[in-house]
């Protein structure tokens, strides 16, 4: 069964450092995301992307965070100067049309900023 | 605004006992219900969705949930829990294009034996 995957499982990162999260959605969706969750916090919508551009993002993606679909198969999350809060797991996410609800997500990048 | 209310953080059960895990949501219109599982080091796993018709659904590995509009609660049961079954598990409402998605907190289940 296809499945949405991501690299690395883990990363350590120093604060101010830039940090790219890679996720492989499954081939024939067309709708992708990133979602984070902080330890013990529930997950929250971080960004939503199709045809190439953002759809939707909430107010936790700022000017630090951007994304990119760099070829027909990677989906990326950058951060440029991560912080201490933005410890987290990383979760992609993507689904197949307009009119599918389900999103089926990857096993998420744990990330650590020191 | 929308928002979903997991109200155990934890529960503990012993293998072969019934489980029901709540959730409320509060969501503008007619929601899409999800729950996920997550097992350690592994991602979101779809049990079940509802989305319309019969308020009862059926999902994988033996687990039903029970949307009841009156009560904005979409609880999750199981009538035998197995070792397997401990995990996160995460209740989520989605909007009518499949874009936003609203999880709750989780709730994280230990199966005894």
């Known amino acids: 069964e296809p499945e949405v995957t991501q690299t690395p499982s883990h990363q350590v990162t120093q604060m101010g450092q830039e940090v790219i999260l890679r996720c492989v959605p499954i081939?024939?969706?067309?709708?992708f995301y990133w979602y984070r969750q902080i330890l013990g916090q529930k997950v929250e919508f971080l960004v939503s992307?199709?045809?190439?551009?953002?759809?939707?993002k909430s107010e936790i993606f700022d000017d630090q965070f951007s994304v990119e679909r760099p070829d027909g198969s990677n989906f990326t999350l950058k951060i440029r100067s991560t912080k201490l809060e933005d410890s987290a797991m990383y979760f992609c996410?993507?689904?197949?049309?307009?009119?599918?609800?389900?999103?089926?997500f990857g096993p998420g990048t744990r990330l650590l900023v020191l | 605004a929308q928002s979903v209310t997991q109200p155990d953080i934890h529960i503990t059960v012993s293998e072969g006992a019934s489980l029901e895990l709540r959730c409320n949501y509060s969501?503008?219109?007619?929601?899409?219900l999800f729950w996920y599982v997550q097992s350690p080091g592994q991602g979101l796993q779809l049990l079940l969705k509802?989305?319309?018709?019969?308020?009862l659904v059926q999902g994988i590995k033996g687990f039903e949930a029970e949307f009841k509009r009156s009560q904005s609660s979409f609880n999750l049961r199981k009538p035998s829990v197995h070792w397997s079954d401990a995990a996160e598990y995460f209740c989520?409402?989605?909007?009518?294009?499949?874009?936003?998605?609203?999880f709750g907190t989780g709730t994280s289940l230990t199966v005894i034996p």
């Open positions: 081939s024939n969706h067309l709708y």
């Open positions: 509802y989305f319309s018709g019969d308020t």
């Open positions: 992307f199709y045809n190439n551009e953002i759809s939707e």
């Open positions: 996410a993507s689904k197949y049309g307009a009119t599918q609800e389900t999103q089926y």
């Open positions: 989520a409402v989605g909007d009518r294009g499949g874009n936003q998605f609203y």
């Open positions: 969501y503008g219109a007619t929601p899409y």
